[in-house]
């Protein structure tokens, strides 16, 4: 299955930060993908801006080196590349000072879609909207994309979304979290809402609860200083983890509308109890044969920082009522692995007898690796012998069903520029969101600021502290394996 591609219209993408690793990494190679895949106009402008000294043609090598770093190399068409490299520009610009605002002004085409990526430092989004705005260079027609992190408690994400605010408006804000642009995740959308299938039982009454997880077996590595000051809560469950419960637990809206999406977002946010503290627990990572300790990484001998979090939750509201969502993440654990779990209850009668027929079904939602959905079923084991059952997997990975090794599937941050330039927001955070994300996350970091709390260690390679086994195992279920 071929997918289809609808080119957008014709657009200035200015990436401030245009020489950072996120734009080397995912940013730029993502363009030329799209422009390969025939998406983005031959007359588009793609801007960087920051304040080394490159000018076109140097930013140009460092587009075809990243291209040539990143992508994929059966995507490496030089014809293509040569073509995306005209596209290409570089204005030297310090988001602190004064200097080559005019010059940036000057490659703005009138009547033209106009967007700008914050990939810095988050020290740097207000000022970067304040000069835009005051230079004119934003208007009405402009798009502001801002990056991960969105504060780091209620009252700077206040502060952040107060200062965009006065040089942009909410429908031109675009805050980007990348595992919404996931396949997987608009998959689990479709599933929900595109089937008569699931609906029915997706519901206290028939799923016993929801696992979410996170895995990783990378270490803080050289993003420890950054990480130490954040922790797992901030980094990962506050916003990724956050919206992906969203999406699982939200009822269904009244249209595909960004609004009315985000709007029944909110609503399970804001309906989330708050999370005691038996309901939580904190690792960090020891030494392992593969690498340092946290506390070496992150260069700081009395880290209190959190690499592990597991934590269950619950929803107050008619649908989920008593159904607990267990969420975990941490580093250096023993697989990569991102999945949403929804387990459901048994049968409430086996007629094959006590033993049997009484497992429940899983749906799992994979986000990585293989992208896909897996269906746990039981069926009768083939062959004599009487009536076993066993539990079999209906199969589906993306990469197989769209015919090919899965480069057909675009990765988040091609997805989610497109979205941008289309002025589709619903993959994007609105800001009400964010804030009632932190508002229910501050008292969880208070409280153990408060009681000076220390993260269990946790061996790499492992799942985690064992105290987070005893979180599910208290309740009578079990984890899901990370493998
Ligand atoms: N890297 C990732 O995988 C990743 C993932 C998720 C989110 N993010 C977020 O994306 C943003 C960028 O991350 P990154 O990893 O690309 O950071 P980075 O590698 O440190 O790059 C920072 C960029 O900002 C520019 N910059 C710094 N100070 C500036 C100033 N005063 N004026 C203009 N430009 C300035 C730098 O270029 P010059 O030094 O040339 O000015 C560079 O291009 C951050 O908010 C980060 O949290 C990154």
Known sequence: MVSRVIPVDTFDLVIFGGTGDLARRKILPGLYVRFLAGQIPEDARIVGAARSEFDDDGYRSFVSESIAEFV???????????????????????????????????????????AFYLSVGPRLFGPLAERLHAHGIANDKSRIVVEKPFGRDLKSACALNAVLAESFEEHQIYRIDHYLGKETVQNLMAVRFGNILFEPLWNSQYVDHIQITVAETVGVGGRGGYYDKSGAMRDMVQNHMMQLLC????????????????????????????????????????????????????????????SFIALRTHISNWRWNGTPIYLRTGKRLRARVSEIAVVFKDPPHSIFGPQEGRRGNVLVIRLQPDEGMNLRVTIKEPGPGGMRLIEVPLDMSFAEALGNDGDDIPDAYERLIMDVIRGNQTLFMRGDEVEAAWAWTDPIIAAWEDRHDKPKPYDPGSSGPEDSLMLLHRDGRRWREIR
């Open 247 to 306: 999406l699982i637990a939200m009822e269904p809206p009244s249209t595909f509308e960004p609004d009315a999406v985000r709007d029944e977002k909110l609503k399970v946010i804001r309906a989330l109890d708050p999370v005691e503290s038996h309901e939580i627990v904190r690792g960090q990572y020891l030494e392992g044969e593969n690498g340092a300790s946290y506390q070496i990484e992150a260069e700081n001998p009395d880290s209190h920082a959190e």
């Open 72 to 114: 994929a190399k059966s995507k490496q068409d030089k014809t293509a590349i040569s073509e995306f490299l005209k596209c290409i520009h570089y204005v030297p610009i310090d988001a602190l000072g004064k200097g080559g605002w005019p010059d940036l002004a000057k490659l703005m085409r009138l009547d033209t879609i106009r």
